[in-house]
T-cell receptor, first 118, second 112 residues
Framework: GAVVSQHPSRVICKSGTSVKIECRSL??????MFWYRQFPKKSLMLMAT?????????EQGVEKDKFLINHASLTLSTLTVTSAHPEDSSFYIC??????????????FGPGTRLTVT | GNSVTQMEGPVTLSEEAFLTINCTYT??????LFWYVQYPGEGLQLLLK?????DKGSNKGFEATYRKETTSFHLEKGSVQVSDSAVYFC???????????FGKGTMLLVSP
């Protein structure tokens, strides 16, 4: 089945630094990937839709200058949290959409990245 | 707009009990419906799905039937196991290229 990986699985950084999270589709190509943020005991909040070769589409209220998204290839999207603050601490989950074959339109989720900003 | 409403948890059951997690939705048109499961510290895994009215999705003993007349997609399992303890998310997608809309999630805790 389709596999999506994320790296790192958890990261601790100091306030004011930047952190990059990678999302890879391992066995399929993904023109479109999604970044979600999950607060404790809360649902997933869609942050942005990442499109290969073009600018990401951010949801209302998400600061695009703070959460930089790059989707430079059909298998890799990155989320960079710039000038991180403790309130950015969260669980970040990516997903990739399969747009070919029998599983067309299915979204496959990565295992998540736990970010802690101290 | 689209929305998904799930019963609030946690749902606490003993092993081998019957499980129902309610899910209702609001959507324009004819969405596809999904149940995802999230085990502690992990991402989401697709548990089952249904793409049209009266379809029944099933997997690992779980099942859910797409009921258009009641706009519902309740998740059921006849006999839960401790290993089923997780958070369950109901979701909809109203077209192939649209994004998923998630409910708030329901935590299931199964005790031996």
């Amino acid at each position: 089945g389709a596999v999506v990986s994320q790296h790192p699985s958890r990261v601790i950084c100091k306030s004011g630094t930047s952190v990059k999270i990678e999302c890879r589709s391992l066995d399929f190509q993904a023109t479109t990937m999604f970044w979600y943020r999950q607060f404790p005991k809360k649902s997933l909040m869609l942050m942005a839709t990442s499109n290969e070769g073009s600018k990401a589409t951010y949801e209302q209220g998400v600061e695009k200058d703070k959460f930089l998204i790059n989707h430079a290839s059909l298998t890799l999207s990155t989320l960079t949290v710039t000038s991180a603050h403790p309130e950015d601490s969260s669980f970040y989950i990516c997903s990739a959409r399969d747009e070919e074959g029998s599983n067309m339109y299915e979204q496959y989720f990565g295992p998540g990245t736990r970010l802690t900003v101290t | 707009g689209n929305s998904v409403t799930q019963m609030e948890g946690p749902v606490t059951l003993s092993e081998e009990a019957f499980l129902t997690i309610n899910c209702t939705y609001t959507a324009t048109g004819y969405p596809s419906l999904f149940w995802y499961v999230q085990y502690p510290g992990e991402g989401l895994q697709l548990l089952l799905k249904a793409t049209k009215a009266d379809d029944k999705g099933s997997n690992k003993g779980f099942e859910a039937t797409y009921r258009k007349e009641t706009t519902s997609f309740h998740l059921e399992k006849g006999s839960v196991q401790v290993s089923d303890s997780a958070v369950y998310f109901c979701a909809l997608r109203d077209s192939g290229y649209s994004t998923l809309t998630f409910g708030k999630g329901t935590m299931l805790l199964v005790s031996p």
